[in-house]
């Protein structure tokens, strides 16, 4: 089995899964682009290789590139971390073509996954509850489509089948404007995704965003790890996720993972997944299931005491799991905070050279971070300089602590959202808990209104 790992990304996550392998004993290879030479894990990396220049789709998008490099290293693995090749199906085929491992569960079942008719059908199969929607590619014959959405009830969604990142899905609140609206989201999903598949749910109008992460290896046993609440969002973009979901009980939670698990196993999942779901009136609705390690993992890390990326690496070297399932609790509880650099008023990207950086600690304190005095956030990648992870024996207590380290947190020489995780954390609602995914832009809109 492999001994060497490249690690086909940049930034937080690179860094993070090079410190799983390095516990592991694994070697690590680094490829990076021109803005990344002096990042903390290419200098750690047992081999850095430079890829190409700043923009992603010429290094860290460069499949060819980075296939070139794991083969002048000798790497046997390709850890995609998350964003960039982490989800494109015909990637991981080309890294097994090549005869090596790719650190993620099958092409195929990205590929079935990553199409989100395809994935409501295998989870309905499956006993997964599904947003009640279509459960094929809408027509464009009116009559039928009209029939259709009657039946769902309005206000109806429509959603690119390829879509992802919040992008490709358009709200209908009345029969009369759907057949333009279906024309234009399917036009807009050609162009962006190459498949004009559009389908139909329910517009949900108070929901939660509510996840369960799972684990599998490769010889059909599988795990679930508890539940995260990502229901702090703007824009559909996850600002801070806490685990478990609060006030959910915990039969609710145990049915749910344990569908999760036996959908797992009838599709054949292996490595780590994430099942996304709509959550109003105490009743879950699948919406997609992302096939990767989340930017938010570290709460179940925090809560589970199991370090994710370590077993998801073993899973894919052929471990059987270690893990039993009623050995698995969520102790306590965790919030995450993802730290950007970004505009306080516009939220748009900020990027630029940071000159003061001062880190939170203590009890339960934990920064999972690339950046640091002297850091350039270069404007070609995303904006997130740093989680903010804090775990405590109650939520009570995980809030305070919060509190407490986003105080002390200090970033210089460059606009941060500190401002914006100062103000949440001290909202009455999100500390009574169980907000829905419309809370924040609504004390958003509020705060300006002032
Ligand atoms: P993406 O793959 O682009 O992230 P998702 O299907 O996960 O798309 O949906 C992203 C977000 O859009 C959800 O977290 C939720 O805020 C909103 N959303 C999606 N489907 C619905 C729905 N049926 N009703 C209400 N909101 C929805």
């Given amino acids: 089995m492999f001994d060497t790992v490249l690690i086909a990304n940049r930034g937080e996550v690179a860094l993070r899964v090079q410190r799983a392998c390095r516990t592991l004993g694994l070697r690590t290879v680094a490829v990076h682009s021109a803005a990344d030479r002096d990042a903390p894990h290419v200098r750690h990396a047992d081999i850095a290789l430079w890829i190409g220049p700043a923009a992603a789709r010429r290094s860290y998008l460069d499949q060819a590139a980075i296939l070139f490099a794991a083969e002048v290293s000798g790497a046997g693995a390709i850890h995609p971390g998350y964003g960039f090749l982490s989800e494109n199906a015909d990637f991981a085929e080309r890294v097994e073509a090549a005869g090596r491992v790719f650190i993620g569960p099958s092409p195929e079942s990205i590929r079935t996954l990553g199409n989100k008719i395809a994935a409501r059908r295998a989870m309905r199969d499956a006993g997964v509850p599904c947003v009640p929607g279509s459960d094929a590619a809408l027509p464009d014959d009116a009559d039928l489509l009209g029939e259709l959405a009657d039946r ?99 039969e ?27 959550v109003e009136d105490g009743a879950f609705c699948f919406i997609e299931m992302n096939t990767r390690l989340q930017v938010e993992h570290c709460v179940t890390e925090m809560t589970t005491g199991i370090d994710l990326v370590q077993q998801q690496i073993r899973v894919a070297r052929g471990e059987r799991l270690a893990l039993a399932q009623d050995a698995i609790r969520q102790r306590g509880h965790a919030f995450e905070c993802r730290i950007n650099a970004e505009d306080p008023e516009t939220f748009a990207p900020a990027p630029g050279r940071i000159t003061g950086w001062e880190l939170p600690g203590g009890p339960g304190v934990r920064v999972d971070s690339h950046a640091g005095a002297g850091t350039v956030v270069s404007p070609y990648y995303d904006s997130l300089i740093a989680k903010l992870v804090v775990h405590g024996d109650t939520r009570a207590e995980a809030l305070a602590r919060l509190r407490v380290a986003l105080d002390e947190m200090r970033v210089g020489g460059i606009e941060t959202n500190l401002d914006l995780h100062r ?22 809109a509020q705060e300006r209104g002032a």
């Fill in 152 to 250: 769902i009830g309005y206000p109806v969604i429509l959603k690119a089948a390829g879509g992802g990142g919040g992008r490709g899905m358009r709200v209908v609140r009345d029969g009369s404007g759907l057949a333009d609206a279906l024309a234009l989201t399917r036009e807009e999903a050609r162009q962006a995704f190459c498949n004009a598949d559009v389908y139909l749910e329910k517009f949900l109008l108070h929901p939660r965003h509510v996840e369960i992460q799972v684990l599998a290896d490769q010889h059909g046993q599988v795990v679930w790890l508890g539940s995260r609440d990502c229901s702090l969002q703007r824009r559909h973009q996850k600002v801070l996720e806490e685990a478990p979901a609060p006030g959910i009980a915990a």
């Fill in 252 to 278: 609710t939670i145990q049915a749910i993972g344990t569908r999760c698990v036996a959908a797992c196993r009838r599709i054949g999942y292996r490595g780590v997944g994430t099942f996304e779901f709509l």
């Fill in 423 to 444: 103000r949440i954390v001290r909202d009455p609602d999100f500390e009574a808990g169980g907000v829905d995914i419309h809370h924040l832009e609504h004390r958003l």
